[in-house]
């Protein structure tokens, strides 16, 4: 069965737009292991990806996507012109990985994070936990489900 994941992108940096346009993209720039990890160890191809709009009036869920590629060396870790460039990283020992998604669907109307708070159902949701930032994260089964019927309404 697909694991489902939030996957945050401040739309002014990269768009659910943007996603439409390209079909695809690599998620370059993750500068936090645990996400990494996430990225390189547990992510599959189809697993699926709630499309999160972070720093953003309102933030919130934007669409869905979906693993089109396994983990591979992120190339912003060798472009010295890049915000993401690790001077410590190299081809033979890459520090840094990230998986390719393709767009899914867009949402009719974005489920903003007031929305998913205010929905009692969602207690287990990691963006909705006090101190959670992370730019990737897991989302349980229910969860997913349960989003999905919000989109609906």
């Known amino acids: 069965m697909a694991k489902i994941w939030l996957m945050k992108s401040e739309p002014d940096v990269y768009s659910i737009d943007q996603l439409i346009k390209d079909k695809t993209t690599w998620w370059t720039g993750v500068r936090n292991y ?21 720093n953003a009036e309102p933030p919130g869920i934007a669409g869905l996507a979906k693993v089109t590629t396994l ?9 010295k012109k890049s915000e993401s460039f690790d001077p410590k990283a190299t081809a033979q020992k890459p520090n840094w990985f990230c998986v ?7 949402f009719k109307n974005l489920i903003s994070l007031d929305e998913l708070r205010k929905n009692s159902k969602l207690q287990n949701l990691l963006v909705l936990k006090k101190g959670q930032r992370l730019s990737i994260q897991p989302v ?13 309404k």
């Open 34 to 54: 645990q996400a990494r990890n996430f990225m390189m160890k547990e992510m599959q191809l189809g697993d699926i990806v709630l499309f999160y709009h972070s």
């Open 140 to 152: 349980e089964k229910t969860d997913y489900l349960e989003i999905l019927k919000m989109e609906k």
């Open 71 to 79: 983990a591979q060396p992120d190339p912003s870790q060798f472009d």
């Open 100 to 106: 390719e998604v393709g767009f899914e669907r867009k």
